[in-house]
């Protein structure tokens, strides 16, 4: 787990204050990666809630997604760019809580004790469950539900952070694995 002085040096590389609970999506900036979602999303959520997302990644949808946070002052104001070249636990280092729209899970965020707000498709399910995460339909206003709920319960988002270290653990670390193929 990361210390707290790169904690403090990740935040203030996003220009996050201690106050705020950053929500860190880290798909990569291409079709169907649930970008456009996360962006309406943010876009409903309550003026005064505290949380930031940071968008990190690259692809070829990035230049469309900065100008249009640019374009919208609720987006301007709450969404941050970095990019995915950093190691990806400093990264984690800077979050709260990871959000994921597209079509992946999340094992590294587990491992690093962070909760997930995620999508209910595919496999996903399967990986972030009610003890390591919130899972919500493909849905701008459940993300935004979710988003709000995990930022205004720190000791919820602890105790599925602290289900989501568990869980990495016992199912995803590699002495787990090797444990299960010895027995």
Do not use: N
Not at 90 to 105: F, N, S
């Amino acid at each position: 787990l990361p210390d707290d002085g790169l904690r403090a040096r990740r935040r203030a590389a996003l220009e996050v204050a201690d106050t705020d609970v950053v929500a860190l999506s880290t798909a990569p900036m291409r079709r169907d990666q649930g970008h456009e979602l996360l962006l309406d999303a943010v876009e409903a959520l309550p003026d005064d809630l505290p949380l930031v997302i940071a968008l990190a990644g690259e692809g070829p949808l990035r230049p469309w997604l900065e100008s249009r946070v640019a374009a919208t002052d609720a987006l301007a104001d709450r969404v941050r760019f970095t990019h995915r070249h950093r190691e990806p636990t400093e990264l984690l280092a800077a979050a709260d809580l990871v959000v994921h729209t597209a079509r992946a899970a999340a094992p590294r965020a587990m491992a690093m004790g962070l909760p997930t707000v995620a999508t209910r498709v595919g496999g996903i399910p399967e990986v972030i469950t009610a003890d390591t995460g919130l899972l919500v339909a493909l849905d701008p206003a459940a993300v935004a539900r979710a988003l709000t709920t995990l930022t205004d319960d720190p000791v919820r988002r602890d105790k599925l952070g602290a289900g989501a270290r568990a869980r990495f653990l016992a199912e995803y670390d590699a002495r787990a694995w090797a444990r299960r193929l010895h027995d």
